[in-house]
């Protein structure tokens, strides 16, 4: 997600500059306490003067974008009545899901190698890099925990905007590990270790160890989402696509693991992180659990409403499906939301509504025990207390 003004502004500075540009963001024009919206959008600073002749045309774009985005109907929107018509459903959805991703390349051989292994008191943690595919290396950090006996079940963890991978396993940017839990994401994959999971965190496409060289320059908050997201587009693909391969592939290599139950995997992620934890329990049935934090939402009240990164575009979706939907391909295996109540980018009331609408594909698939959420008193940060308590009774 960006900032509308500057492209070059991470997540984390746009939250920080919303108690200046609330209104902005959430409502396409900054108003002015007190004043009537016409008034506000004249008198805000900077701003130009209302031409009165105009007031009864049609030229504000995010109405005009609402107004196309209430007329479609998916086509391929659930409405089955029968678990046998929700799988036929989810056959077809998915088919259409993978396609308008882009599709998925054929696997190349892992090639795995473990960097370093540090040992942490209660946790190791290797740093291990492996092929996704032609010309394309993943890197990421498996946390294991001491003292577990057999196989342990794993969570592959995603960060969101901001400095990676290593913003949610406590890694510095000088590279030394901090003693607190802190950032939005409050290093979730330590919290997983240290609740008996293998922790796989890996980076996502365009963050930290994998920017652009530009990135790199600029600084560690800064991340090449663009110009990668959109070429993607170009080449008729997406970044959503790209990252949720990733995934595929991270759990291709914890299959190898000999410490890990290849049938107890779960993804969670924390906003662009929760995407790909999302999609990926969408197309990938491996996905035992999937958790999303502050991202579960409608497209229409976030994504088509309010300024966010490209990479979390995906051309054409909704002619065929909601958020809702894409959710409802997780069914029946679990399926877990977080939100905040004052998260200004994923808008509270539009997650109740899209919860809603998923708990009824799940009592259609006699799955509403796997079906989870907590809303919680905060902004956009991970939270993680029932979604910890969901894996413990689910995964």
Known sequence: MNDPFDPTMNRREFLLRGASVGALAVGGAPLVAGASEPEAISRAPGAVAVDARLAKRQLDSREFTLSV???IRPSLGFN???????EGWQAEAR???????GGFPERVPLEPEVLETVDLGHYTREKIVFQTRQNLTALGYLLLPKGREGRLPAIVCIPGHGRGVDDI??????????AEKSGYAKD??????EKGYAAFAIEPLG???RRDAPARAAGPDQYSCRPAAGAAMLFGETMIGWRVWDVMRAIDYLETRSEVDANRIATMGISGGGTCSLFSGAVEDRVRVAVVSCYFNTFRDSIVSLSHCLDNYVPGLLRYMEMYDVAGLVAPRGLFVESGTDD???PIAAAREAYDRVLAMYRVFGAEEKLGREIFEGGHEFHGVG?????????
Not at 80 to 86: G, K, L, N, P, Y
Not at 172 to 177: I, K, L, P, R, S
Not at 387 to 395: I, K, P, R, S, V
């Open 69 to 71: 985005c209430d007329s």
């Open 80 to 86: 089955a009545t029968t678990r046998s018509e929700a």
């Open 95 to 101: 088919a259409k899901l993978i396609e308008l991703l």
């Open 169 to 178: 396993v406590g890694l510095e940017a000088d590279g030394t590990q901090r």
């Open 188 to 193: 979730f994959a330590i919290q997983a270790v």
């Open 207 to 209: 963050f930290g160890h």
């Open 344 to 346: 200004r980018i994923f």
């Open 387 to 395: 979604a910890f308590n969901f894996l413990a009774e689910t995964l």
